[in-house]
């Protein structure tokens, strides 16, 4: 292996950019900026050197023994294989446009110097994700990435919801993470091993290892990506991290940290077994209708691509749990650049809109904002799935997965999705950039500059072509050993092989866009809620899954919580501590009589003492 | 009457028992010093005795020793008590009770 200082550096080069700024640059917004910006474009630069040297079908490792107790050996180590460089690809050249982009999209924020401390925070965090070699060390960068998304999300701490909206963020991924430590305690106890090479190699050697907790150990490793990646039923912290700032919500949830689960998931795909995998493919099923559901009555131009986000999260845990890594990796890294692109584009939007996040104060933008408007189209189109864009030949993988595996209710859900995905993307689109314009903001909106505009275009260039790059051979190489290499055309073909979901997946998609053309066109307002009643009302409430929660569990907390206030302060504080506080004051009390401060009172018990001592001694 | 050892140290046990009370019971310092005095000498009073009937010269050396501690620690002792009395107008034990809390 060449160059094998480099993917170090990759990783670190961002920690030092944090620390070099909240250390020294915190009082300087260009320079903190620029270093952030820098770190993690050479982090790419790195990456394409590396790939270049050593080409991508390969695998190997660079560790330093980190840590032995006894049995327990835990390596600091990096895993290169094409997994991990494609992913170092989407979090260095994705999360890199997004640095760019935020240079001009925190201009007037007077954080500005902070915002990329934690960006590059953040940065360094998901890369050791992608780079860990073994599970303690993915949990501890797992773990990072839950800090800084805090950080990140609660960027505007000054307002109580995005305070809020943090904290939910962080406690949601922990009730996740506490089932993926136990998932990760039960692999090293039976496996004792937490190297991922060493976990495939003894599963390999023995694939009953795991035994009877093969189930139970693939679904606590699971609860991690279920927190992470928020699936139902820890989907409820996404949407309300939109409270951050437009660029961080492309970041963490369009390119990065949600996909983590997924990644996570593929990366140790060889400790899930069949009744697992059965799980988390109606988990991902189950929460990509859902959130396609919610989406379709959403306002706020964040909201409805946060549930986006989620709903194609959705398909992907779907594809793993269908026992297809390749498709959902496709999906993960195509839905990186579209998603990306339209939480760029719609921070474009916000920005030439004042800040104002209501779809319905909108319209009308095509003109005033042209460059936007066609890169929003770009990621839309992808996003709902029509050729030849990337979002068309990752989508269909995963349908073509679904009918391999021969689960046809998965496949009606997916196709289901594919047309609400369609419907909802485009009532968006038309209600924003079509028809009149709703505010005096819309009638003022402006352009954005070229520094948010070109990460735009980039982006919208890898959306659209993203399919057929060679995207799908290199993670193929690595799931799929024998998987031969597909030449371009082959690749702009591949769906072809399977026309049956291919031309499924067109028509629902061109079906949802007529929908939401013929609804929304010229819409003022939004004509679902009066056809649909009850149910818009319901999709409009997220189905009330945050008055469920706060009903049913938190409620149950704070109860509990009460109780344990109530032992805490009466039982424990004020009978057992009590107890003692008050016999050593009594005590003291009684003592303090003795102290008269008389001399002779001193001079007789002094006395007396000798007498008694004289008496014990020479008395016997 | 033969004087023993006995005799001696009952004599020397009156005296230490003598100062004990005084210095318990009376209540104005010189005279809890002199008792203290007097306690002092009833303990040279028994080692002298122990060293004449002992033939051995140890507890008499002893005896000069305590004399010219105990003349140094009155000199000590006196300017103590006049500076005291002369701070509190008074040397009375009861009177001094500032220790107390």
Redesign the interface.
Known sequence: MKYEILPWLILFLPLLSAAAITLFTLRCKTMSSLISIGAVAAGFVMTVIFVNANGIHFSGETSTNWLSIGKLNVDFGLKLDALSMMMLFVVTGVGGLIHIYSYAYMDEDPGKARFFAFMSLFTFSMLGIVLANNFLEMFIFWELVGVSSYLLIGFWFEKPSAGDAAKKAFIVNRLGDFGFLLGILMVWGLLGSLNFSALQNSIIANPAALGAMATTAGLLIFCGAVGKSAQFPLHVWLADAMEGPTPVSALIHAATMVAAGVYMLCRVLFLLDADALHVIAYIGGFTALLAALIAVQQNDIKRIIAYSTLSQLGYMVMAVGLNGPTPAMFHLTTHAFFKALLFLSAGSVILGMHHEQDIWQMGNLRKKMPVTFWTFLIGALALSGIPPFSGFYSKDSIFAQCLEQKNYLLFGVAVFVAALTAFYTFRLFFVVFFGKEKSEHAKHAHESSLVITLPLIVLAVFAAIGGFIGVVNNYASQFAPDHETLSFAQQLMEPLKTPIPMLIGIGVALLGIFLAFSLYKNATNDPLPAKLGKLAEAMKNRFYFDEIYEATFIRAHDFIATVADWIDRWLVEGFCIGAIRGGTDLSGRALRLMQTGNLQTYAFLFVLGVALLLYFVLGK | MHVGLEQYLTVSFLLFALG?LG???RRNLLV?YMSLELMLNAANLALVAFSRFNDNLNGQILVFFIITVAAAEVSVGLALIVALYRKRQTAH??D??????
Request: aromatic share 0%; proline share 0%; net charge neutral.
């Open positions: 004990l210095v318990i019971m809890i034990v009861e001094l009770t500032s220790m107390k809390l």
